[in-house]
Structure formats: structure tokens, C-alpha cells
């Protein structure tokens, strides 16, 4: 018996922004889906509009995937993670000792695989593929995106306790625009019509 499914499907337990009062929880589920649609569709823009050759499909296991390992260590709140150097390090060594631990609930022949997706900075070399090295940092933008858009939700729902969270996240994500036209055709063209009434957008 192998139970790597059984744990990921334990995402929807996960609840996010744990220091915050949101007026709708969110949970690792929810946000897990909409990196990936994100991502997926920031690799096509790049395909289409910019001639690039961007794995999309890649891009969004990717985003599916890239906070399984909160299932076992939790969300930590982002100004805790990002407190000091020394914090960050080693909760990226946590992070990493509990992908393995997830890659030991598959068989083996299946093992590689998704060691490629829970691990992908350890098991890609930017230098024989640097589309992924680039696919992964879209990967990044989406998450920023997805946290944007909750904050962007909250406010719509008259909740004050993210405005700070929304400039902070809303100044990391200009910062990708400028680096990123991906992100910045994706802010322009389908950012706005987040928070509009179902009558609105259809």
C-alpha cells in the first residue's frame, strides 16, 4: 500500500494566511488550483504572444504541487519565513526533508517522476534547460499572483486586515512585471475582472 495520494488530497485541511482574520478561509486546495491555472496560462502568453517555448503543462503540475510539503510542515507565515537568512535556510531544509518524506510514500518506479516536480530546482540544470529555470520563476509569479488576488478579494469584502499584505505582495508582483511581460499581460488583460459579480463577468 502506497499512500503519497492519500497525503496530497490532505491539502484541502491546510488552511492558509493562519495570522490573518480573513472573511472567507482559504485553504492549500483552492490556492494549489489557482497557481496552477495561473502558471499554465502564463507559459501560453509567452508561447503566443512572444514566441517562446514555455512548457505549459509542465508549469502547471508544477504550481499543483509546489506547496505539498505543507501538508506535513504547515503554512509558516510569511514574515516569520522571511524573518532572517538564517530562518529562511532552514526552513528551505525543512521544506526539502519533507518532499523526501512524501517521495517515500510512492513506489519506486514512480519515484522519479515526482521527484522532478517536488524537487525541481534539485533535479533540473538551468544550464541544459534554461526554459525551465525561466518556467519556474512564472511558476513563483503565479503564487504571487494567486496571494494578490486574495488580498484584492478581502478588501472587496470590506476586510481591512490585508492591506498591508496587498502592498507588499502588489510591489513584488510590479517587480515581476517589469522582468516578466508574461505577468504583466496577465495583471493587464485578466487582474481587474477578479472580484466582479457573476453577472459581471458573464
Partial sequence: MYSFFATISRMKYIERWALMRSSRPENLSEHALEVACIAHVLCTIGNVRYAKNLDADRAAILGLYHDATEIITGDMPTPVKYHNREILHAYHEVEEAAAKRLLELLPDDLRGTYTEIL????TEDPSVSPDRDYLRRLVKAADKISA?????????AGNGEFSTAKRTIREAVDEMMSQMPEVADFCRDFLPAYGSTLDELL
Avoid: G, Q, R, S
Fill in 119 to 122: 524537487l525541481p530546482e534539485k
Fill in 148 to 156: 494578490l488576488i486574495k488580498c484584492l478579494e478581502e478588501e472587496n
